[in-house]
């Protein structure tokens, strides 16, 4: 089971963390990603992060404003997210691979087989 934490407002420039909780399993063999969708749009990949965290692939479109990180021990994956803009308003969602044999990134949502439930981030200009 995967519980994302709440979202919330911000103005553009501001800063938010999501974490998202996993239970019931091992996070240290999921690999993780954020993906987001926005009224009207599809679902868009934001970010993955491996097993051990020691690779992650962030979606151009946020490039060097989010990133993403976790913690094994405490299993969490976070998802921060810096200089925010109007665009970047959407639910967000984690989501976790447990078909993995490599523990490499995976971009691909059809890959992910466990989805939180989505929170809400709203971005004012």
């Known amino acids: 089971q995967l519980q994302a934490s709440e979202g919330g407002s911000v103005q553009a420039g501001g800063s938010l963390r999501l974490s998202c909780t996993v239970s019931?399993?091992?996070?240290?063999?999921?690999?993780m990603g954020w993906f987001r969708q926005a009224p009207g749009k599809e679902r868009e990949f934001v970010a993955t992060?491996?097993?051990?965290?020691?690779?992650?692939y962030i979606a151009d479109s946020v490039k060097g404003r989010f990133l993403i990180s976790r913690d094994n021990a405490k299993n969490m994956v976070y998802l921060q997210m810096n200089s925010l803009k109007p665009e970047d308003t959407a639910v967000y969602y984690c989501?976790?691979?447990?078909?993995?044999?490599?523990?490499?990134?995976?971009?691909?949502?059809?890959?992910?087989?466990?989805w939180g439930q989505g929170t809400q981030v709203t971005v004012s200009s």
């Open positions: 989501a976790a691979d447990t078909n993995s044999v490599s523990g490499a990134v995976q971009r691909t949502a059809r890959y992910y087989d466990y």
């Open positions: 019931g399993r091992t996070l240290s063999r999921l690999v």
């Open positions: 992060i491996s097993w051990g965290g020691t690779n992650s």
